[in-house]
């Protein structure tokens, strides 16, 4: 009973966690901003009906291209919601659309009236307005380089501080070929990753991005700013980033992102470049973010083998429990015997009174396995006592099994055992004495007198 409780308990808490798994919040941003020169919305208005709208159909919208950037509004007037999304480029159509998807939930949760905002995760970045307008100028909001409000974050880890300008003149050599190719990378993404080596046998990996709405030469002039910000945030840290609206930077020494996803058929795909100092060739990291639903089932899968596990658990304790208690009887029956034993065991210096001391007057016989001696007990009663040899080598415990086997024995034509002796090396077995009596009386019934 007590197992079946533990059992349902457990399986209680398992469900538990997978409920918890399904209604579970999206993660928190890695930044955010609620931009108040816009002006508040009113709950339940008009404009706040355009922007639900807007970022519920936002991770479904088919103007990306499968390239993860969207740029969409919807509404009219002074209503019109505008918002733009960007997935980086390594992330799938799933994590991307996922990614947006938490982004909507929770910079609306924490910017619950405001018109304007932005929000980063690692694979996507989300922001929304009520104009077409950047926040600081009348310029628009796409095309232009936004560099307001910029994000950092560092690794704690510092680099070896004989090597802290190599390390950083290596790194500037692959950002300035990165910042290159991204910015060349046309309409649909301006995204590029690459790797280079560093002092103390180190491998720096770095990523860059812009929205690519920006001009080749917009998008260069913004990763110039970003990389500009370097020095102030990360200089001797061995990994960093500078995050901005419209483009960022990141470099780690350690790989942390993907290959760039290609929404191309297969047949339609570029083939593979030659290897250079800003490529990575033939090296891959899972996505760090999967969808929902994916999670849901991970979920689902582990409880399930969580259960079966449990259950072999405890019907491999139970049977284990069983197969001890088995050993221990077995292990303790002849304990239990030798206890028995105990009632017919007789002191060595009564059998050695009684037998004179074993003399050669009291001496029947001579056997194989030792002398017979006749003797008479303090009661008067008349034993006979087999001294068995002192070479046999058998022990305490063979011995006193051995005394209960025969004393178990019963039967006319059998000499009854009355008990034994074991003393140091001494092994003595003591029987009823019979008188004038032969092993014809045991086996035919007469008497010779």
């Known amino acids: 009973m007590a197992k079946i409780s533990l059992l349902s308990f457990l399986l209680c808490n398992i469900f538990l966690l997978v409920a918890q798994q399904t209604t579970a919040q999206p993660p928190s941003f890695l930044f955010q901003f609620c931009l108040n020169d816009k002006g508040n919305y009113t709950l339940n208005s008009t404009y706040q009906a355009n922007l639900n709208h807007l970022l519920t159909t936002l991770p479904t919208s088919q103007n990306d291209n499968g390239y993860g950037f969207y740029n969409v509004s919807y509404g009219k007037g002074s209503d019109q919601v505008y918002a733009v999304g960007l997935c980086r480029g390594d992330a799938t159509p799933n994590v991307?659309?996922?990614?947006?998807?938490?982004?909507?939930?929770?910079?609306?949760?924490?910017?619950?009236?405001?018109?304007?905002?932005?929000?980063?995760?690692?694979?996507?970045?989300l922001r929304y307005s009520n104009s077409s307008t950047l926040r600081y100028s009348n310029r628009s909001m796409l095309g232009t380089p936004v560099t307001i409000p910029l994000n950092y974050l560092w690794n704690p880890e510092n680099v070896s501080s004989s090597n802290v300008q190599e390390y950083f003149d290596d790194l500037r050599t692959l950002l300035d070929g990165l910042k290159n190719e991204a910015a060349s990378g046309g309409s649909l993404r301006k995204y590029a990753?690459?790797?280079?080596?560093?002092?103390?046998?180190?491998?720096?990996?770095?990523?860059?991005?812009?929205?690519?709405?920006?001009?080749?030469?917009?998008?260069?002039?913004?990763?110039?700013?970003?990389?500009?910000?370097?020095?102030?945030?990360?200089?001797g840290k061995v990994g960093g980033r500078v995050v901005g609206p419209t483009c960022s930077v990141r470099y780690e020494k350690y790989l942390f992102y993907g290959s760039p996803y290609d929404p191309r058929p297969p047949s339609q795909k570029a083939p593979t470049p030659a290897p250079t100092n800003n490529t990575i060739n033939n090296i891959t990291e899972g996505q760090k973010s999967t969808d929902k639903s994916r999670n849901i089932i991970i979920a689902v899968v582990?409880?399930?083998?969580?259960?079966?596990?449990?259950?072999?658990?405890?019907?491999?304790?139970?049977?284990?429990?069983?197969?001890?208690?088995?050993?221990?009887?077995?292990?303790?029956?002849?304990?239990?015997?030798?206890?028995?034993a105990e009632s017919l065991l007789y002191d060595f210096e009564t059998i050695n009174v009684a037998t004179d001391q074993f003399s050669e007057d009291n001496k029947l016989g001579q056997g194989g396995f030792g002398a017979v001696y006749?003797?008479?007990?303090?009661?008067?009663?008349?034993?006979?006592?087999?001294?068995?040899?002192?070479?046999?080598?058998?022990?305490?415990?063979?011995?006193?099994?051995?005394?209960?086997?025969?004393?178990?024995?019963?039967?006319?034509?059998?000499?009854?055992?009355?008990?034994?002796?074991?003393?140091?090396?001494?092994?003595?077995l003591v029987y009823e004495f019979v008188q004038n009596a032969s092993l014809d009386h045991f086996i035919f019934g007469t008497v010779t007198l």
């Open 374 to 428: 006749q003797g008479r007990l303090a009661n008067g009663q008349d034993i006979a006592v087999k001294r068995l040899c002192r070479g046999s080598g058998q022990g305490d415990l063979e011995f006193k099994n051995e005394v209960m086997l025969v004393a178990k024995l019963q039967h006319r034509n059998l000499v009854r055992l009355l008990g034994f002796s074991l003393e140091s090396s001494e092994r003595l």
């Open 193 to 235: 990753t690459g790797q280079t080596k560093a002092p103390d046998f180190l491998t720096i990996y770095a990523l860059v991005q812009c929205t690519p709405d920006l001009p080749q030469q917009q998008c260069i002039n913004c990763l110039d700013y970003v990389y500009s910000r370097i020095p102030n945030c990360c200089f």
């Open 302 to 340: 582990a409880t399930v083998s969580g259960v079966v596990l449990i259950i072999f658990f405890l019907v491999c304790l139970r049977l284990r429990k069983s197969k001890k208690n088995v050993q221990a009887i077995k292990t303790y029956e002849p304990v239990d015997e030798i206890e028995s």
């Open 96 to 125: 991307c659309r996922s990614c947006l998807n938490d982004s909507m939930h929770v910079l609306t949760d924490i910017c619950p009236n405001q018109k304007e905002a932005v929000g980063w995760y690692d694979n996507c970045m």
